[in-house]
């Protein structure tokens, strides 16, 4: 018997992997492992490059029950040895479907939002959280958003982070269209010294 031609067998392997590619199901959404960013917590998710690290601490988002803003804890650490400059337009909130939405107001959330209190308790469990990356930086409040309790603070619209610093605080964003619980966000970041934008890819559970 004749061995089968190099053509033939070509052409067998070729129908096999065209079978098998059919019949593999389509992947349309990846999971989470594939999706999100690196986690320090299961509710802590950050990225890090030479310039800077951003965390995102979900707690408080998982807590949201019938309000039109919702908490994201956000720090920014800075790598380098200059000082960047972030200002509430530097921060938005993306979808999965790649709708955008900027920071509330700081009038929506003096006049709207009661839960300023307990979101601040649960900053304590995130800051305890990045003390084990950055436990030599030294830490800042952000000050965009400070709790509605504290009349002798005011808010600030930018914030300086000098080198090897880092700003700790809570960001509110309008609930997104789909809700929150299960989603899954990008919360996307530019300095003003800096073109490019940073983004930590994150999930409400």
């Not at 920014?76 to 921060?91: G, I």
């Not at 005011?154 to 000098?162: F, M, P, R």
């Not at 509110?172 to 919360?187: A, D």
């Amino acid at each position: 018997m004749l061995p089968p031609q190099p053509s033939r067998v070509l052409l067998a392997v070729l129908l096999v992997s065209l079978f098998a590619a059919c019949a593999a199901p389509a992947r349309s959404r990846p999971n989470d492992a594939d999706w999100t960013s690196s986690t320090l917590s299961p509710f802590v998710y950050y990225d890090e490059g030479e310039l800077m690290m951003i965390a995102v601490d979900t707690r408080a988002a998982t807590m949201a029950r019938g309000d039109r803003l919702f908490a994201l804890g956000v720090a920014v650490a800075n790598n380098d040895r200059k000082a960047l400059t972030v200002d509430r337009e530097s921060f938005a909130l993306e979808d999965e479907s790649g709708r955008r939405y900027p920071l509330a107001s700081y009038e929506e959330y003096r006049e709207g939002y009661k839960r300023s209190r307990s979101d601040a308790r649960l900053q304590d469990l995130f800051i305890e959280t990045l003390s084990t990356r950055r436990s030599i930086y030294r830490q800042r409040q952000l000050g965009f958003f400070p709790n509605t309790a504290s009349l002798n603070r005011l808010a600030v619209d930018e914030k300086e982070i000098a080198g090897r610093e880092m700003a700790i605080g809570l960001l509110y964003f309008p609930i997104p269209e789909g809700g929150l619980k299960g989603q899954r966000f990008g919360l996307l970041v530019k300095t003003r010294e800096h073109g490019e934008t940073f983004l930590v890819r994150f999930r409400v559970k």
